[in-house]
């Protein structure tokens, strides 16, 4: 195999094929390394170091990767009551990515962090960063029952209601062991309308399914 130079004037490569094996063994077996299929030529006495390359880039394709932020849900939804506690929980979970980097095969691995969640209310207040993800509670506990992630709107009308989660992230190059990534991965979810309504009081002679017309029921514009 011949290795000529590259531009005029320049010097000649090595032919090199490429083996690996571990650094703390002694006398190891030496296998073929398996981003490179058979002899190469060398120009640079140093060559690239694949590892070293993937590790300073690692986080701007952590960011790149497609990971759900979760799912924001209330209770109740979506018409809550002024004044009583909505209780709001999030789901979410770790997830696994298999992609091509520098020609390497490179797992990664995206995880909620220890203090993963921010909920933004929508009302000027917010919750978190916190590491309650919440949960859900029987429809009968839903307005004397305040959990560590419920909120309570003060007025009525409509809330845009939005879950931030934070995920730390590892990767592994061709099967190797799990590294970790420097960095948090912050995504939010899109708006969930929040709909506050108040609830009004009042004796009536008729149900709805008597008299269709009578106070509170449905279409005569008192709810």
Not at 172 to 189: A, E, K, Q, R, Y
């Amino acid at each position: 195999m011949e290795c000529p130079a590259k531009a005029p004037g320049g010097e000649e490569g090595t032919p090199v094929i490429w083996r690996q094996a571990p650094k703390s063994i002694t006398n190891p077996t030496w296998t073929d390394y398996p981003a490179v299929s058979g002899p190469t030529c060398l120009y640079d006495p140093e060559p690239e170091n694949v590892l070293a390359n993937i590790a300073a880039r690692i986080f701007i394709d952590f960011r790149q990767l497609p990971v759900n932020p979760g799912i924001l849900e209330a209770q109740p939804f979506p018409h809550t009551l002024k004044g009583g506690p909505t209780n709001f929980y999030a789901t979410t979970g770790e997830q696994g990515f298999d992609v091509t980097i520098l020609g390497q095969t490179v797992h990664l691995t995206a995880t909620p962090a220890n203090y993963t969640y921010t909920y933004t209310f929508g009302d000027g207040s917010a919750l978190g960063p916190t590491p309650a993800a919440g949960y859900s509670i029987p429809e009968a506990e839903w307005l004397n029952n305040e959990t560590r992630t419920s909120h309570i709107y003060t007025d009525t009308g409509n809330y845009q209601a939005t879950l931030t989660t934070s995920f730390t992230g590892t990767y592994s190059v061709n099967n190797g062991p799990p590294l970790p990534i420097n960095g948090t991965l912050d995504i939010t979810t899109p708006a969930t309308t929040i709909q506050v309504w108040k609830t009004e009081k009042a004796l009536v002679a008729d149900t709805c399914q008597e008299n269709p017309n009578s106070w509170g029921c449905p279409g005569t514009g008192i709810q």
